[in-house]
């Protein structure tokens, strides 16, 4: 007999979803899209996904009535981001199956966890190690060498939790800067391109990916991410690798994004694998636009157990951020007739918040 | 001082949307792209778009109290079809905005009413007249000729109240099978092709037009639309003067569809309108897919004062309705890469009902 989350689920199933931001919100418009309900959880009332699903759950995530109240009225739970608490995930697991797997999360919330899970699977890191005091990071540090980084192993993103160190004298200050907390000391890397990659993985093992964008953040956030990467075929083709095998080793299901460093140019260019994220991710809001279907779509199909066509981009494309106030200006980006728009139905345009994003076509291109 | 109705409407902004079936059910989902609200009325509680929507009223279109609540959370009021009753359109506009103006809905709603409309914008119909009785029928139709057709004034849709009559003895039967109900008595059209035109106009008068599609029907409903159709320049031409001299003699902001009969074939070829559909239309679905944007979306920009992008389509495409329990076979369509599907999350698959349409893409066009 096959296990009941191995089952294909037919349309007019509910397929809940941990997390109620823009991620949430464009899963349960690409759900909607296959007949899907939805039925979103978040604790936060201004969240943007609970305008556009059939049902909302607002309850803290370590409610445990109001998990299993959740797990109860639906088919099968996935989530938009990868801090959803280790025992929320096990909570539900006992009642509906939950798509990634949980056990993922506990590689990826930690930074060490995940970089040396990113390395058994023979793909290059920068040098890095564990620090858990100022001393360690001096014993790091001469290891690896100045400049490093320190990233703190939990709950870090959009470069918070993070401090570079020039110098030994820097650490101390460094040290306080990442709040004292367990993290990882890691080479600086002089990169020349930042890129991704989005996996899709279904149930059968069938996988999928988009291709690569080269990614531009600003103060840490991404700005920008154009397609295709300005980077050699050699290159692009192993990026796509090291998306497989990690999505091949973790036997994931659903859309994983994997972040990259190209070092060098040319003939010259090398990867660094930077980081995973166990989801849909920002670097792939460019497909919703300029392929035949999206990386939301693939991943309600790969969850919900459907075929996963090969993705086809028929146009090079710029995804651009709005953060904050830039949202305001939406009217102007509204009238280019070559963009496609992306509000978020945020209510407050606080400073470097994503409101919304902008898919810029460019005729011409294909894969 | 601006009219308040003619604001430009900032993402946030809330769209109510009369009719929760596939039309506002993809209405709220366009909407909710730009950052918007929707608020579906609909007296139906398996309505598709009630999984879809920030806000629901389950009233009937009669119920004042229920209209004047709906209106007070709304900052605007759109439609899914033309059969609103007048009064409900009416009561609402003493409290919002109501677009496309329930005035034209007088117009649509009466076929002898749009067919005289048309025929004064300068526009070929086939020849009509209109009948409310066996005798006048037979009037009608020694002077049109046989065959010809009754419909019913009002309330018709996919071929429901119509009839052929071939020969005066069938005139009887007919009046009868159409509910002796007021009627055009309509010259039986010999079309080589159907046709139809979606457009767009804006608040300011600006106006759009999507590549005609071709459309095939069986049993009166809609089965499959193509794009383009297989007609000559200087038709496709014509039928989009057509759309944009209806929109225009309107003074219609949204979103409309006009549907025609082409006749001869070639250089010969020559067109007859046949109906308005004052709303997004099953044979514009292809745009989802198709263009860079819409017609769902280009029908909340125009009604909220956006700027309205000239359509481009990056591919041919055939939109084929899934009815009834086709729908059931939607992982075969799912598995086809060229193929996207959309279904409408109704629970009832009844012999003949619109439960999804899948948009095949056909690389190599565009427009």
Known sequence: MPEPDRRTLPPGSVIGILGGGQLGRMLS??????????????????????????????????????????????????????????????ALVAHVPV????????????????KSFIRR???????????SSAAEVEAAAARIGYPCVLKTRRFGYDGKGQAVVDHPSGIARAWLEIGGKPAIAEAFVRFS??????????????????????????????????????IGAATAKAAREAGLAVAQAFDYVGVLAVEMFVVGDGAAETLLVNEIAPRVHNSGHWTEDACQISQFELHVRAIAGWPLPVPRRHCDVEMTNL??????????????????????????????????HINRLIPGGSS
């Not at 699977?121 to 620090?131: I, K, N, R, T």
């Not at 391109?193 to 149930?203: M, N, P, T």
């Open 29 to 90: 418009l690409a759900a909607s899209k296959l007949g899907f309900k939805t039925h979103v959880y978040c604790p936060d009332p201004d969240s943007p996904a609970f305008h556009v699903t059939d049902r909302r759950s607002l309850a803290a995530y370590d409610d445990a009535v109001a998990l299993a109240a959740f797990a109860k009225t639906v088919d099968i739970v996935t989530y938009e981001f990868e801090n959803v608490p280790a025992e929320t995930a096990a």
């Open 99 to 114: 798509e990634p797997k949980p056990s993922i999360l506990e590689t990826t919330q930690d930074r060490y966890a995940e």
């Open 121 to 131: 699977q023979g793909l290059s890191v920068a040098e890095f190690d564990a620090v």
């Open 193 to 230: 391109r930042e890129i991704s990659v989005i996996v899709a993985r279904g149930r059968d093992g069938t996988m999928r990916t988009f291709d690569i964008a080269e990614n531009r953040h600003e103060r840490h956030i991404l700005r920008t991410s154009t397609v295709p990467a300005a």
């Open 323 to 356: 953060l904050g106030a830039e949202v305001l200006d939406y009217a102007s980006f509204a009238a280019k007739p070559d963009v496609v728009v992306h509000l978020y139905g945020k209510s407050e345009p606080r400073p470097g918040r994503k409101m919304g």
